[in-house]
């Protein structure tokens, strides 16, 4: 498959699209970003990285990072994990709170904030609170293989200065007993993960083990076992775009995961990741233009999982 050229048509074909949808302006440091901003890169199993527009722009990954902490927690805890969180779609915004009551302060997946809430808490009762940011950050640069990885720590500041309904959501955990560490850390924690910032470019390139059934194919090490790359994929698949993420399904057809930051990323297993940015947003929260590209991408190449 020519994906330079597949890379082109898409890039093509978002044109008259660039710069729709609505930057995400409840973090005052997100409002700055270009709106007409769109890049998008493709890392191959066989380790071939494809690029075009501003694909080593770093960005803000907001929640993409949830895989990230997903992928830690799920190595502390092993599938007890999933005592502490549940894996089926939220039908809800990332930061709602109504699900949280009815079920008892045990969130519907880890990939909206209540659920990421959880992995933090978890890597804080391995690593300690500046422990667990830093095994974040190690594992995103270990991964990004040289590209570069950061924490902004303006926008984990505006994420503090703003977080008010993360705070709801954190205390309301800890009141149902399934944060073990103080909320104040685990917001400390989740403000700065959500803070990294990298290019599609290094998110292409970190996410490559969820292709390769667990296994970074560049540098041969088992990420995570093959069946849990497949669980990861799985939570992708069905709860990774939020309240959109059956629409996602439909369009697009692969596990993924997007951030408010505008970053999607997604996977073709056995075949590639694919990371896209462009910050406008749906209203759903999920970027618009990198919404189409995706779609694009898999009527070009085939490649959804259906
Ligand atoms: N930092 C954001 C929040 O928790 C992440 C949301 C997102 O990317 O969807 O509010």
């Known amino acids: 498959m020519d994906y330079a050229a597949v890379l082109k048509q898409v890039a093509e074909a978002v044109e ?7 930057v995400a302006n409840y973090i005052p440091a997100l409002a700055e970003v270009d709106p007409d901003g769109f890049g998008m890169s493709v890392v191959t199993v066989d380790g071939a990285c494809f690029t075009v527009g501003q694909a080593e722009q770093p960005f803000s990954l907001q929640s993409v990072t949830k895989v990230m902490s997903l992928t830690l927690a799920l190595e502390i805890l092993g599938d007890a994990f999933w ?8 039908g809800d915004p990332f930061n709602s709170l109504v699900q949280l009551e009815h079920e008892n302060g045990i969130p519907r997946n880890p990939l909206i904030n209540a659920g990421a809430l959880i992995s933090t808490d978890v890597l804080i009762s391995r690593h300690g609170r500046d422990g667990a940011v830093a ?13 570069p990885v950061r924490i902004d720590g303006r926008v984990a500041a505006s994420e503090r200065e703003t977080g008010f309904r ?13 944060l073990q560490n103080p909320p104040e850390d685990v917001l400390h924690v989740y403000f700065h993960q959500c803070a990294l910032e990298m290019s599609c470019k290094g998110l292409s390139r970190a996410m490559l083990y969820l292709a390769n059934r667990g296994v970074d194919p560049v540098s041969g090490r088992q990420v995570v076992p093959e069946r849990r790359a ?27 995961k997007s951030g408010v930051g505008g970053g999607i990323i997604a996977i073709a297993p056995q075949q590639l990741s694919v990371a896209v940015w ?21 009527t070009l190449t085939g490649l959804s999982i259906f």
């Not at 497949?230 to 993924?256: E, K, Q």
Request: with cysteine; glycine share 14%.
């Open 135 to 147: 095994a974040i950050l190690e594992f995103a640069t270990e991964m990004a293989d040289g590209e």
């Open 83 to 90: 005592a502490r969180s549940g894996r089926e779609p939220s």
């Open 230 to 256: 497949r669980r990861i994929n799985a939570v992708m698949m069905t709860c990774g775009h939020y309240d959109a993420s059956g629409d996602f399904a439909f369009h697009v057809g692969l596990p993924g």
């Open 166 to 178: 993360n705070a709801a959501l954190a205390n309301f955990i800890r009141s149902f007993g399934n």
């Open 16 to 22: 008259p699209e660039r710069g729709s949808g609505r």
């Open 278 to 298: 462009s910050p406008g947003l749906s209203p759903q929260g999920n970027s618009l233009v990198g919404s189409i590209a995706l779609e694009k991408f898999t």
